[in-house]
């Protein structure tokens, strides 16, 4: 049997992800257990340890959460209000339940606020970790006082920071993998369960499985050296492109494309830089173009009307409402972007009705009802140098939710 100072230290060693308080607590009444005042001590531990763990945080009841990274973490049974710690993360959440932002990482742009209801948008922008060198304001994250903070990780520096930085503040910090497109099913199934909206969780889950599962099925269908070659132009001269290994391009191979730059990506920011030279080699089939002022231009560009998708104009400006349909932020509306972009490639093998399938989209993640007129507009941006082309202007779309 063992004794009751080997059960104390055994709890304590395995409740390390607790928040201090509790850990106090549970030094404290766990030796209201120790011999002689109850013959059972090393039991009397274990049943003061799940009452620690299952005690209320701020009045909440608290059970317990297994986030993606391993760790058993104590969190109130309501959640009222969240607060992510990178923008996909927090369009994942609006996704979920508007109602629980607690804030923002960076203000609602002109273009999106046709989008998003207008009690989100006056809330606080706390910053997060996205980009280069971008942080949170710890101290209005405190103020705001959200009973979880849902943190995501794209590399170990990046995470090493977030942890020095979150590791005194007393709320519970919750990790949600969601790095690439086939994270994002597990990521709602966790975050419905994190937020106690399993079934909300469920339906966005099912969505992104099920678009996931079927694009696979039609790019098997198509063997490698019949992929259609693309360049992924990024900048305003178009000349910054991802690896086909990256993150921020994995699309285009989940598309059946084949990304005509092969090399190992240096880091998660990406934004390779390459010669036109480089491009006239490549002479893409098809180019997707990041920046509505560079897409202005392109066709008339001498240089870049040698290459083989501008001579055939198959040059697309990838749809960015209310945010990018195909990376920078990469969020859930990738997943429009792959059927998006499977069609685009593929209509043969994959000649589904684009607007239909965005209105539906639209209806489901973020309780917009559009016309045909507006997904359509949203589909095919003028390219504007406003850097948002068309998307819906005028008036305000209807509302589901």
């Not at 927090?90 to 996704?95: E, G, I, K, N, P």
């Not at 999106?112 to 280069?132: A, K, S, T």
């Not at 099920?210 to 019949?226: D, F, H, L, N």
């Not at 501008?310 to 960015?320: A, F, G, S, T, W």
């Amino acid at each position: 049997m063992i004794s009751y100072e080997q059960a104390l230290q055994t709890v304590l060693e395995n409740v390390h992800v607790l928040r201090p308080e509790r850990r106090s607590i549970l030094k404290g009444t766990g030796r209201a257990c120790a011999p002689p005042n109850f013959l059972l001590g090393a039991a009397c531990v274990l049943i003061v340890a799940a009452l620690t763990v299952l005690a209320p945080v701020g009045g909440l009841q608290a059970r317990e959460l297994t986030d993606i990274f391993g760790r058993r973490i104590a969190v109130p049974d309501r959640i009222r209000h969240a607060w992510a710690t990178s923008p996909p993360a927090t369009y994942m959440l609006y996704a979920m339940d508007p109602g629980v932002l607690a804030g923002l990482n960076t203000p609602v742009r002109e273009w999106e606020r046709n989008y998003f209801r207008r009690d989100i948008q006056q809330l606080p922008v706390l910053g997060g970790w996205y980009g280069q060198g971008n942080v949170p304001n710890i101290e209005m994250v405190l103020k705001v006082n959200p009973e979880i903070i849902i943190a995501t990780s794209l590399n170990s520096s990046m995470e090493e920071r977030k942890s020095r930085t979150l590791r005194d503040v007393p709320i519970p910090v919750v990790g949600v993998k969601m790095e690439r497109l086939s994270d994002y099913p597990d990521a709602f199934t966790f975050l419905g369960e994190a937020l106690g909206r399993r079934e909300r969780g469920k339906k966005l889950s099912d969505y992104a499985r099920k678009t996931i599962g079927k694009m696979s099925a039609i790019v098997e269908a198509v063997p490698p050296r019949q992929r259609v070659s693309v360049y992924y132009a990024e900048a305003e001269d178009g000349l910054s492109t991802e690896c086909h290994g990256s993150m921020h391009a994995e699309l285009i191979a989940l598309a059946g494309g084949r990304n005509v730059h092969r090399c190992p990506a240096k880091d998660v920011y990406g934004m390779e830089k390459v010669s036109m030279e480089q491009v006239l080699l490549y002479d893409p089939e098809v180019i997707l173009v990041f920046e509505p002022l560079f897409f202005k231009g392109i066709f008339s560009d001498p240089r870049w009307r040698q290459i083989r998708a501008v001579k055939e104009r198959k040059v697309y400006l990838i749809p960015r409402q209310p945010f990018n349909w195909f990376d920078r932020p990469p969020s859930f509306m990738r997943l429009l972007g792959l059927t998006w972009l499977t069609n685009l490639l593929h209509p043969d093998l994959y000649p589904v009705d684009i607007v239909k399938e965005t209105q539906a989209f639209f209806r489901l993640f973020l309780g917009i009802d559009l016309t045909g007129r507006e997904a359509m507009e949203i589909i095919h941006p003028r390219g504007d140098v406003s850097g948002h082309g068309t998307g819906i202007t005028g008036h305000r779309p209807h509302r589901t939710r």
